[in-house]
């Protein structure tokens, strides 16, 4: 699979696992996120809900730091993002 | 305490603490008067004109002080933008720009101007392509790029950017705050802000370039001062002290600045070694001299720069925690780089070996016990 294919599939694929990290500040939603990225398989999607502003970044850049992917940041009606995230390894 | 927030102020350099008394007692006159003690005045504040010309390669004619660098940016924006009101309100900036610059470009944009951001890459430093096609675009009045990043220390492309805007016919004009002083600055900029205590001058100073040839009009009401650019009566000590300080850094530089930039070197490639999951940032070639930003994965950046002030070392942050808002610095976020547990060392004139090497010693341990805190397993 290449990694476009993957990206594709990553935007439609339901998420394995949601993290709520609502009202948590960066960086628990990242350490929320590094923990629990082990229990879902790999090529799995872990969805992460959470409204600092930082972990729009946050998470992105996490991602490129640990080589797992980042498949897409949607906005939550209530504010906030799902950041979406694929387990790589 | 070891201090390393150069970035924020550079401590009073030794030669401008010595201008500066003396000026209180020989530069306090009115310099727009006639008389004997004003005239003395005036004289003084000429020959610190002259001499931050000269360090920042204009002429004395183009150089006015302003009350701080801040002023010097919002000035030479918006009194550009108004000088060009006729060609067009197109202001072209990038997105890491300080403050001063954002905030000049707010007020534009509320005044019916509009404003083109160009974002940077993962180093902090805008695309010269990406930066040509936003000057060269119809109604440009003016485009603003930083000499180097204040968070990060990136070195943005002046000189590539100095010719799009020749190509385009659109002044630069160029934030030089962090490096006047600390590096040469390459040429072709139209309008220059810097401020006197990045440098080692005293507070309450800052310096505003217009080169001749290029359209500037104040947007303040008119005042006499400062060749109708800058209202207010002028700090004479202080723009005196300022220009000693800037002379004595300029002349130090050369030295000075390569043995910062060997120490910052030395932070760059040991703390990704010493402390596990670090993302060092910014580029580590093309950058100030005495400026670099590091990230520490799941560490809170309020609670690290506690540690290390009770350790003795006062440094900075732009992780949001650490700021007066919520959110996280423009600059990281637009680098898409990690933004918590950040920490900024600017190092000041005089920096020593030893103080880096025992910031090195005890971080490691620090960003250890604060992740042990968080429940992260080493």
């Not at chain 2, 100073?205 to 217009?210: D, K, Q, W």
């Amino acid at each position: 699979m290449t990694s476009a294919q993957a990206a594709a599939e990553g935007a439609t694929q339901p998420p394995a696992l949601t993290i709520d990290a609502l009202g948590k500040k960066c960086p628990i939603p990242i350490i929320m996120l590094a923990e629990q990225i082990n229990y879902v398989p790999r090529n799995a999607i872990v969805s992460v809900l959470a409204d600092d502003p930082a972990a729009f970044t946050d998470i992105p850049a996490w991602c490129r730091l640990k080589s797992h992917h980042h498949v897409g940041s949607h906005e939550l009606p209530g504010g906030g993002w799902a950041i979406h995230v694929r387990r790589n390894y | 305490m070891a201090y390393f927030d150069a970035a924020s102020t550079e401590p009073l350099h030794p030669q401008a603490r010595e201008a500066l008394i003396a000026a209180l007692d020989v530069g306090w006159a009115d310099p727009a008067r006639l008389y004997g003690p004003a005239r003395r005045a005036r004289m003084l504040l000429e020959q610190a004109r002259t001499e931050v010309a000269e360090a920042l390669g204009a002429r004395p004619d183009e150089v006015s002080f302003t009350s701080s660098g801040t002023q010097a940016v919002h000035l030479g924006v918006l009194g550009a933008l108004h000088g060009r009101r006729r060609v067009g309100r197109r202001l072209v900036t990038s997105a890491v720009e300080h403050s001063s610059v954002l905030h000049a470009a707010g007020v534009h944009e509320r005044d019916g101007g509009s404003v083109e951001t160009v974002g940077v890459g993962l180093t902090g430093a805008v695309d010269p392509a990406a930066f040509r096609e936003a000057v060269l675009a119809e109604g440009t009045a003016l485009a603003c790029l930083q000499s180097a990043n204040h968070e990060v220390g990136t070195v943005q492309p002046i000189a590539e950017a100095a010719a799009a805007c020749a190509e385009a016919g659109v002044p630069l004009l160029v934030d030089a705050a962090q490096t006047a002083g600390r590096m040469p600055l390459p040429g072709g900029w139209s309008v220059l802000a810097a401020s006197a205590h990045k440098w080692g001058g005293p507070a309450g100073v800052g310096v505003l370039v217009v080169r001749k040839g290029t359209r500037w009009r104040s947007p303040l009401p008119e005042d006499e001062r400062e060749r109708r650019r800058v209202p207010g009566f002028e700090n004479v000590p202080a723009i005196v002290a300022s220009a000693a300080a800037l002379r004595a850094m300029a002349a130090e530089s050369a030295g000075e600045s390569a043995r910062l930039s060997a120490l910052v070197d030395r932070i760059r490639t040991e703390v990704p070694r010493l402390v596990p999951d670090v993302e060092v940032i910014g580029d580590p070639v093309a950058r100030a001299p005495h400026i670099v930003t590091f990230s520490c994965l799941y560490v809170e950046g309020e609670a690290l720069l506690t540690e290390l002030d009770k350790a003795g070392f006062a440094v900075s942050s732009g992780s949001s925690c650490t700021a007066s808002t919520l959110r996280p610095s423009h600059v990281l976020e637009a680098m898409g780089v990690l933004t918590h547990g950040n920490v900024r060392v600017s190092l000041p004139r005089g920096a020593s070996s030893a103080d880096v090497d025992r910031f090195l010693a005890v971080l490691p341990d620090m960003v250890r016990r604060i992740r042990e805190d968080a429940g992260i397993k080493s």
